[in-house]
Nanobody
Framework: QVQLVESGGGLVQVGGSLRLSCAAS????????MSWFRQGAGKEREFAAG????????YYADSVKGRFTISRDLAKNTVYLQMSSLTPEDTAVYYC????????????????WGQGTQVTVSS
């Protein structure tokens, strides 16, 4: 049974940083495209960052480009999202997603999802 478990969320002040982790089991992140989505209160789920299974290429939403970095540790089977220069607009539940597709998609139609981790940025 595929499991994606996110961790690392919490409360942070404006301008601060957080690192989210997504530990995968029963699926190898080497063979799955992995992405982070987020959903603010009353908003639709939106793409934040992704990393392709083919070449490890990374892709970012314009809203996070230059502030967020997605990476993966194949030995630990874990994907990370390093977030910096956080603003209140980054407040959301962050979800890890996995899919066997070869390229990153910004549409939240992935095969597997984690339960989410809350990130709150206070001003």
């Amino acid at each position: 049974q595929v499991q994606l478990v996110e961790s690392g969320g919490g409360l942070v002040q404006v301008g601060g940083s957080l690192r989210l982790s997504c530990a995968a089991s029963a699926v190898s992140i080497r063979t799955y495209t992995m992405s982070w989505f987020r959903q603010g209160a009353g908003k639709e789920r939106e793409f934040a960052a992704g990393i392709s299974r083919i070449n490890g290429g990374t892709y970012y939403a314009d809203s996070v480009k230059g502030r967020f970095t997605i990476s993966r540790d194949l030995a630990k089977n874990t994907v990370y999202l390093q977030m910096s220069s956080l603003t209140p607009e980054d407040t959301a539940v962050y979800y890890c997603a996995a899919d066997s597709r070869s390229s990153v998609s910004t549409i939240p139609k992935y095969g597997f999802w984690g339960q989410g981790t809350q990130v709150t940025v206070s001003s």
